[in-house]
């Protein structure tokens, strides 16, 4: 039978066991807890910059240049957080916020969350105007034609769309990235098998080409074809088309904005290939890069008897189907816009 001092002994001994059980336990909850802190939570970063990570850098120079640009406290502990996540980092140019952790930091670059810029292109633009637009942003690299002569593509050949890029791309990248997807849109008519071209177009360039001026004569998707069947009509009649956008686009050198000015009755009377009101048929290409609507109203253009067409002071058009009709609209338009000025 254990004496009363070995029972103590121990009692002793077991709670000296527990308590330092304790006193690791909490150990190991401040160090978990400081650690999620420091690099989890914690940052250096006082201000918004920009981190460009070379093809072939390793995690360790990484760590090294953040490091001495003041974004991070230990180099160890974002080689360690990097090699937890996925074990390495991706290039690219990287946008680190104001506040960010090293944890914030190793993620983005392991994930390779890269910083991109978006870049929105309207339906009905030419070429020369999607230019302007990628010139105006800053976060683009290059020129947007390339070449010994600094060709750019035709007109219709580019699909309009938001494209998000990183930062940095180049902008023949993205003139690339719009004809690729322009081409994909065809190829998607084509495999719904609805690229079959109405009397008396022929080939799809024809399409785009009559679309390109659709676009540009309306900017309501629901009037597309009904406007499509006018031009069609007139070209099934050996009518001139005479829409005034390819008249706007010859006056202009192809850039298709008068900016400010009016379309003038001499604008209309100028020689030049893209002019409707003096030649008859398509004109020679596009006159601006065409939305996925125009496209299909042009393929599925309304079923209808109109030859004519005037603007109703809405943004939308009257419909008719003799010149007489169309006189008398076209009277109501003239009253409508002599009221604005």
Request: contains cysteine; aromatic residues 8%; charged residues 20%.
């Amino acid at each position: 039978m254990k004496s009363k001092n070995q029972n103590t002994k121990m009692q002793l001994s077991i709670y000296g066991h527990r308590a330092w059980l304790v006193i690791f336990a909490v150990w190991v909850v401040v160090g978990v807890t400081f650690g999620a802190w420091h690099y989890g939570f914690r940052s250096v970063v006082r201000e918004d910059v920009s981190f460009i990570i070379a093809d072939g850098a390793s995690v360790t120079s990484v760590a090294r240049r953040l490091k001495e640009q003041g974004l991070i406290t230990s180099k160890d502990g974002f080689k360690i957080t990097v090699r937890l996540i996925s074990g390495n980092i991706k290039r690219g140019l990287y946008d680190i916020p104001k506040g960010t952790s090293v944890y914030g930091i190793a993620r983005m670059m392991a994930r390779g969350d890269i910083a991109t810029t978006t870049v929105m292109i309207p339906e009905g633009l030419t070429v020369k105007q999607i230019v302007a637009i990628l010139d105006r942003n800053p976060h683009l690299t290059g020129s947007a034609c390339l070449g010994a002569n600094n060709t750019c593509p035709a007109n219709g050949s580019l699909f309009p769309d938001t494209y998000r890029v990183a930062k940095g791309t180049s902008r023949a990248a993205v003139i690339e990235l719009m004809r690729l997807r322009k081409s994909d849109i065809r190829h998607q008519f084509e495999r719904r098998g609805e690229a079959v071209f109405p009397r008396p177009l022929q080939t799809w360039d024809e399409v785009i080409v009559l679309a390109s001026i659709v676009q540009k004569e309306t900017p309501k998707r629901h009037e597309m074809p009904k406007v499509a069947g006018v031009f069609l009509n007139r070209l099934n009649r050996n009518m001139r088309l005479q829409a005034d956008p390819t008249v706007v686009f010859a006056v202009t050198g192809g850039l298709g904005d008068m900016q400010g000015r009016p379309l003038v009755r001499t604008h209309l009377q100028r020689p030049h290939p893209y002019n409707t009101y003096l030649n008859h048929g398509l004109p020679p290409g596009a006159i601006a890069n065409v939305g996925r609507a125009a496209i299909q109203a042009v393929l599925n253009p309304a079923d209808t008897e109109y030859l004519f067409f005037v603007a109703d002071g809405t943004g939308g058009h009257i419909f008719s189907r003799t010149y007489q009709e169309h006189r008398v609209n076209h009277e109501a338009w003239r009253e409508i816009r002599s009221g604005r000025r």
